[in-house]
Structures are given as C-alpha cells and as structure tokens.
C-alpha cells in the first residue's frame, strides 16, 4: 500500500503565494510521474501540473508562469510553488504519484492524496 500526504494548503489574500507539499510513503520500488491536479466547487478535477521522475514538467495553461512543480526523488515528494494566486485557483488540491510497488511487478498504479484546500480571497 502507499499512502500520499499532501500539506501546505490554507486560507491567503489574492497575490499570495503558498506552497503545497506532497510525501508519499509505503510500498514503493519506483514513481514515475507526480502531479498537482484541483477541484473546485461545482467542476470537474483538472490537472494542474505534473512532472515526470526526470524533471520534465508540464502546466495547465491557467497557471503558467505562476506556479512551479518540482520533486526530490530521494524522499518521494513532490511540491508545488503557487505565485500570484487569484480567486480562481480556490480548489481542493490533490497531489497524485504512478508507483510501481516492487522490482517483480513492470506496473504503475496511480494514488491519490486525500487533498488539501487552497482558498484565496479577493
């Protein structure tokens, strides 16, 4: 089993920056992309950002050029650095990891956080 813990999330002005943690732990031979995906009241979850184990990363055109996603491979953690946040980005955010469990086993199983909020008020 693997469990993902995200932190960081919380309540900030509009302009804010926070910046969102995700460690993920158990049974864990390899991962191999991580990402920040978000729902907000009323929509459906969409994908924020991921970032493959070689660091390539890839955004959704909303938060280009105000959020970073990076990892540290050593301690399974993903993070990610949210500049210049509007109203718009208040959503639970959820991190996610594809884990390949043991050196016998050629598959990748996706898993989830239980989410953290992010609110930014105006």
């Known amino acids: 089993q693997v469990h993902l813990v995200e932190s960081g999330g919380g309540l900030v002005q509009a302009g804010g920056s926070l910046r969102l943690s995700c460690a993920a732990s158990g049974s864990i031979f390899s991962i191999n992309a991580m990402g920040w995906y978000r729902q907000a009241p009323g929509k459906q979850r969409e994908l924020v950002a991921d970032i493959t184990s070689g660091g390539s990363a890839n955004y959704a055109d909303s938060v280009k050029g105000r959020f970073t996603i990076s990892r540290d491979n050593a301690r399974n953690t993903v993070y990610l650095q949210m500049n210049s946040l509007k109203p718009e980005d208040t959503a639970v955010y959820y991190c996610?990891?594809?884990?390949?469990?043991?050196?016998?086993?050629?598959?990748?199983?996706?898993?989830w956080g239980q989410g953290t909020q992010v609110t930014v008020s105006s």
């Open positions: 996610n990891a594809d884990v390949r469990a043991n050196v016998y086993s050629n598959t990748y199983r996706s898993y």
